[in-house]
């Protein structure tokens, strides 16, 4: 070998600066260009994630209708201020709980500024996720291929705009992202050894550990774990154990947290029955939740196929948004049609092939509500594989075409192309986040909550007070109260309200935002899931026009006092209200009395 060859002493020197632009988008994205959590699920695990700093176990203060009702169907006390969650997996809340008790200074939300201190903990944690996940991408793609398509691969990712936002809202994606690449990385290892006759050695409980923390992570990655043990059981038939492992732990695991759910409320899947409900019921998991009632939602079984077809097509139209832009990714089907002269490479894009066919079932049947940035979202989770792979067979068809006369065009031009067209949206609109992040530094906001307007509930509810809101998982984690999710009528909320005011934590207003009024036209707001509280979404607004609709409707005056909490502009300059706090008295007055010097 010639140490003296320049192209040799310069790769070195590319590969750092690989990694030094990698660190330095992270940098930018969580203390320059970060709005804040985005994430509904971020929010919620957040603060149950602070409930286990605080020492009261794996409780929450987002208190949904049909939890509680579960609790005293099994005949349990179901407290308002202390309700055990039944609704995540534990793996992420416990991961930060250690952290948030580290950082307990800064749970007060400081008023210099509009982005929560600890919001922007939770995007560090979940950005050290994803350079993990780069690394063991990098990692595959070197030990498949080489060191140029294992680079490639990880600029891909890191220029792809969605990716980044998906990132830091905080939510699970980052964590789950780690834990399936780890878990391709196990399968990739095994397939090797498999093939040279090496011993499996402590692969398969790495692969099995790193499915146990898919589920713990999300439920939804059930699928994902599936479409391994489909992997190893058809493309490693030798390796029983293996298959043996990643089955049992697992199952342990999950059945180790059913079993806790069961004993707390009744059911096996807590609250998250209402996700496998929505596949056979004609409304969304959110509005069970919503529900106080102890009924079995009606089944509607000839809709289902109808469902499962929508949600189907729905992703294969927004394909390329689901991958996050990732263009290799979208184009993984290219690996399908080549047959690689390894072994291990051929049986890897079929096991990669399996999970993410697994993944399509699983979201076809629950759906994505909110598109590609939704929850239940598992395309993102497989981009790294699916990128690795996708490089790959684009590099087979591009050396066929043998463009160009040699040069780096000729060799590398597949990958430009691509990193270009899914890179475009970040390239162009990096410069322009940027300026804004440092001309605003703390200023940004998120675009659906007012993190500090929800802080200032804070002082103006006491600890022993519940709070009622369209957004509890916001409200419950800014403004450190217990918040029940408004119900679906209000019969319920009188029976709710009631049963708080019973246990000395008395409802002292509702909360509403912006997010109950989204809907593509305005006869959504009489037919949606909140068009039982219309007249109260709309009180905001019209009061804006100098009209009080809780003067001439009854039923709001339990609430009389409105305390703004965002607003916005009309053409003539008047103002509307979307977000206010509704109270049963004035608790405003005086803290501003109070605060003046």
Not at 178 to 189: G, K, R
Not at 251 to 276: D, F, H, P, V
Not at 575 to 592: C, G, H, M
């Amino acid at each position: 070998m010639n140490s003296n060859n320049p192209a040799d002493q310069i790769k070195p020197v590319l590969r750092l600066a690989l990694w030094v632009f990698v660190a330095s988008l992270a940098f930018l994205h969580v203390f320059i260009t970060f709005r804040g959590l985005a994430s509904p699920a971020a929010m919620d695990q957040a603060q149950i994630a602070r409930e286990l700093a605080r020492g009261h176990g794996f409780s929450t203060q987002m208190v949904r209708p049909s939890s509680l009702r579960m609790m005293q169907d099994h005949q349990r006390e179901a407290l308002v201020a202390s309700l055990p969650d039944t609704s995540h997996p534990p793996l992420q809340p416990v991961l930060w709980a250690p952290v948030f008790k580290a950082l307990e200074s800064w749970w007060p939300f400081e008023t210099t500024g509009m982005i929560y201190r600890m919001d922007r903990v939770i995007a560090c944690m979940s950005t050290c996720w994803f350079l993990l996940t780069l690394v063991v991408m990098h990692g595959i793609a070197r030990r498949l291929f080489d060191r140029t398509l294992a680079g490639f691969a990880v600029l891909a990712l890191v220029l792809s705009r969605p990716l980044w936002m998906m990132v830091t809202s905080g939510g699970h994606h980052a964590l789950l992202l780690f834990c399936a690449t780890a878990s391709a990385w196990c399968l990739m290892i095994l397939m090797q050894r498999a093939e040279s006759g090496e011993p499996a050695g402590m692969m398969p409980f790495l692969l099995a550990l790193s499915c146990t923390a898919m589920v713990m992570t999300q439920w939804m990655a059930a699928w994902l774990v599936l479409g391994v043990i489909i992997s190893v059981a058809v493309l490693l038939p030798r390796n029983r154990g293996t298959l043996v492992l990643v089955i049992l732990i697992p199952i342990l695991a999950t059945a180790a947290w059913l079993a806790r759910n069961q004993m707390i409320c009744g059911e096996t899947l807590g609250t998250a029955k209402a996700s496998l409900q929505s596949i056979l019921v004609p409304y969304p998991d959110s509005v069970q939740m919503r529900d106080y009632e102890s009924a079995t939602p009606p089944l509607v079984l000839a809709a289902l196929m109808r469902r499962v077809n929508a949600h189907f097509s729905g992703q294969i139209e927004d394909i390329f948004s689901h991958v996050l832009l990732v263009v290799p990714a979208v184009l993984f089907f290219i690996s399908l049609l080549h047959r690689f002269r390894r072994d291990d490479v051929n049986r890897f894009r079929w096991g990669i092939a399996i999970m993410w066919g697994c993944s399509i079932l699983g979201m076809s049947l629950l759906g994505l509500p909110d598109g590609p940035q939704d929850d239940r979202q598992l395309h993102a989770i497989m981009v790294p594989s699916l990128t690795v792979l996708g490089l790959a067979g684009l590099a087979v068809l591009w050396a066929r075409f043998n463009p160009g006369n040699g040069g780096v065009w000729t060799r590398y031009g597949f990958a430009i192309l691509a990193l270009v067209i899914g890179g475009w949206p970040m390239i162009v609109g990096l410069s322009s986040d940027l300026r804004l992040g440092l001309f605003l530094k703390n200023q940004l906001m998120q675009p659906d909550y007012r993190a500090a307007s929800l802080a200032r509930l804070t002082e103006m509810v006491e600890d022993d007070e519940t709070l009622v809101s369209d957004a509890p998982w916001a409200v419950a984690w800014y403004a450190d109260r217990p918040t029940m999710w408004l119900p679906k009528n209000r019969e319920q909320f009188d029976r709710l309200r009631d049963l708080a005011k019973k246990q000395k934590h008395p409802v002292a207003g509702i909360v509403v935002t912006s997010l109950c009024m989204k809907g593509e036209t305005l006869a959504t707001q009489f037919t949606g899931a909140y068009a039982e509280w219309v007249d109260l979404i709309a009180r905001g607004p019209v009061r804006g026009l100098g009209v009080d609709l809780a003067q001439t409707v009854e039923r709001l005056r339990d609430y009389p006092h409105m305390l703004p909490l965002g607003w916005a502009l009309m053409p003539d300059g008047k103002p509307v209200f979307p977000s206010n706090f509704f109270s049963d008295r004035d608790r405003w007055t005086a803290l501003k009395e109070a605060q003046k010097p």
